[in-house]
């Protein structure tokens, strides 16, 4: 029951005689009355003392220690004990009613207490509990102490500050206050003891170093959390230092008010090197940077390059590693960085940035050269080109690691690495295109055939077969390395298909061209006839109608037969011609040494 300042005598005699009824003479028990029996009164208040949300800790069934069990009940009577006067005594005024929530549940006890203000009374029963619970945990261990230190550690942790000051005044007993630390230190769990010192402090009037406070607090960490060689040793640490700590409180805080608070967030962050975990939480690029202007290289370094490179964008990282100074720590660094496994995350973003790709592959070099064709087959025309100059630029090298590629490659692809062979310009040894001149692709075709026209060997064949391809750009590749020497066998096909009405016209002319560098008196005859139309009886030869052959035969006689006799009389008579295109056609008769060197 509780009495409020105010009661009279006759509220006081009424309350004791509605006790004083013997509960057999009741309909039912006083304690299951309601508001209108157990609060009729203004000053005086009943609380019922309910008990089936209660608890009792296990104990041990192969423990038959009397005095061990007598232990244990000890423990388990006096946190039920401080859980009954928290929360029956501490029910507010105005719900006194008979279904009030009561639990042993350390965050129901320590709500309970904190929405108890300013009752010294009630302040003075709970703290006399708590005394004997830190004097229990300092003398005892084993399982019911355990299970009574995990309870009252966690109800310190979650009283509100001021309700953890206002319980350590303990009525100004400085003496009882430190006895009780100094026993709660040796008893309770760490984080308990770190809020406990904090408290203590601020209700003594002293002053703890913050510096002090954060290292309790990264010890309380890294005992809960550390590893487990660890955990023993900074649970050590915190109980004896705090142990000093209380008994000279004298040294004032020396630390600005922001840098205070910082370092306070970084000490309550979890351990940095836990068991497993590979996450480092300061700025990687600090540290990196800190490695490189030390030259020293460590597990933070390596760290915090690996988170660097990552992320998706590694820009920074580049730029940080090419403005460091030149020497082995650099070379280092970049090695580790500008590797097949990094350019492959590169190549699959989207989009790609390519300036980072060239960074990498100018560092990697032949290495560079698988990824950049893997990931070839997935980009578009402008980073596909982007792509084959980063392939060539690797040198002849990269051409045998090209080849590789080419066996079962769908056309589009065999195109694209057949334009980097011959971007590169030497097949590599052994390897034989001829295969791909016959390939249902033209496309890949005319690749084959750019490459394999440039092979002095195999030039003449070459022209060859791709003068009687059945593909125009084919044909126009071949007349154009056919101008201005023109392979026997290359003559002979220019010469059947002069009349090829399946070649465009503009196409036939270039053919009468490049066949008319072969010295031979058969070709000689052909630009003849091409140049003169048909006689008829008793007339003088004239030149033939100026067709795009026609006037290609007749450049061809000024360029490669002008010192011919037969070819004279045509020639002069195309230089007397009206027609300004003929004789354009024999404009280079003057100049006999000079030869077209026309290309398509």
């Known amino acids: 029951m509780k009495f409020i300042a105010g009661v009279t005598p006759d509220e006081i005699a009424d309350a004791l005689a509605t006790i004083a009824v013997d509960i057999g003479r009741r309909a039912r028990p006083l304690g299951l009355e309601g508001p209108e029996v157990l609060q009729r009164w203004e000053h005086v208040r009943l609380f019922p003392l309910t008990f089936e949300q209660l608890q009792l800790l296990e104990e041990d069934p192969a423990d038959s220690s009397d005095q061990m069990r007598g232990d244990k009940s000890r423990a388990a009577q006096l946190w039920i004990g401080l859980a009954r006067a928290a929360i ?19 965050v ?107 290292m309790f607090s990264k010890l309380a960490v890294h005992a809960d959390e550390g590893a487990p060689l660890g955990r023993a040793a900074a649970d050590g640490a915190l109980r004896d230092t705090v142990s000093n700590l209380i008994k000279n409180w004298t040294l004032d805080d020396p630390n600005p008010d922001g840098y205070r608070k910082a370092l306070e967030k970084m000490s309550k962050a979890s351990p940095v090197f836990q068991t497993g975990d590979d996450v480092y939480p300061c700025e990687p690029e600090r540290l990196l940077a800190m490695g490189i202007e030390i030259e020293m290289l460590g597990d933070p370094v390596w760290r915090a390059l690996n988170s660097l490179s990552a992320v998706d964008d590694i820009k920074p990282l580049l730029d940080l590693l090419d403005s460091a100074p030149e020497g082995w720590i650099r070379e280092t660094l970049w090695r580790q960085t500008a590797t097949p496994d990094t350019l492959h995350r590169q190549l699959a973003r989207s989009p790609v940035d390519i300036d980072v790709v060239e960074r990498l592959a100018a560092r990697m070099g032949l290495a560079a050269v698988p990824a950049l064709l893997d990931a070839l087959e997935l980009s578009d025309d402008r980073q596909s080109a982007a792509l084959v100059d980063l392939i060539v630029q690797a040198g002849p090298v990269a051409g045998e690691l090209v080849a590789s590629q080419m066996d079962g490659a769908r056309p589009g692809q065999l195109r694209v690495l057949l334009s980097i062979i011959t971007k590169i310009g030497t097949p590599p040894e052994g390897f034989d295109l001829t295969a791909y001149t016959r390939h249902a692709d033209a496309a890949v075709r005319r690749e084959a055939y750019r490459v394999i026209i440039r092979d002095p060997a195999q030039r003449d064949d070459a022209i060859a077969g791709a003068l009687a391809d059945l593909d125009e750009r084919i044909v126009r590749l071949a007349l154009g390395a056919a101008m201005s020497n023109c392979p026997p066998r290359a003559a002979t096909t220019l010469l059947s298909r002069a009349d090829d009405n399946t070649l465009s016209p503009d196409l036939r002319a270039l053919g009468i061209r490049a066949v008319s560098s072969f010295k031979a008196p058969e070709v000689l005859q052909f630009l003849l006839v091409r140049t003169q139309r048909k006689r008829r009886f008793m007339r003088r030869q004239a030149l033939a109608a100026p067709t795009p052959e026609m006037l290609a035969a007749l450049s061809g006689l000024a360029t490669h037969w002008a ?28 100049a006999p040494g000079e030869r077209d060197a026309t290309n398509s």
């Open 108 to 214: 129901i006890v320590a709500k309970a207490i904190d929405e108890h203000k300013k009752d010294a009374a009630y302040d003075q029963v709970v703290v006399g509990y708590l005394l004997q619970i830190a004097q229990e945990l300092k003398s005892k261990g084993g399982k019911e102490a355990a299970a009574l230190q995990k309870r009252i550690s966690r109800l310190v942790a979650t009283l509100q500050p001021d309700t953890l000051s206002r319980l350590l005044n303990m009525g100004g007993d400085s003496r009882q206050r430190q006895q009780f630390v100094l026993d709660a230190t040796q008893g309770m769990a760490v984080d308990a003891v770190v809020e406990l010192v904090q408290a203590a402090a601020d209700t003594s009037g002293q002053n703890v170093s913050h510096s002090l406070l954060r």
């Open 563 to 590: 010192d011919e006799p037969t070819a004279q009389h045509i020639l002069d008579a195309a230089t007397k011609s009206t027609d300004k295109d003929v004789r354009d056609a024999v404009a280079r008769r003057n």
């Open 88 to 106: 029956a005594a501490g029910s507010d005024d105005d719900e006194a009613d008979d279904n009030t929530t009561e639990s042993t549940d350390p």
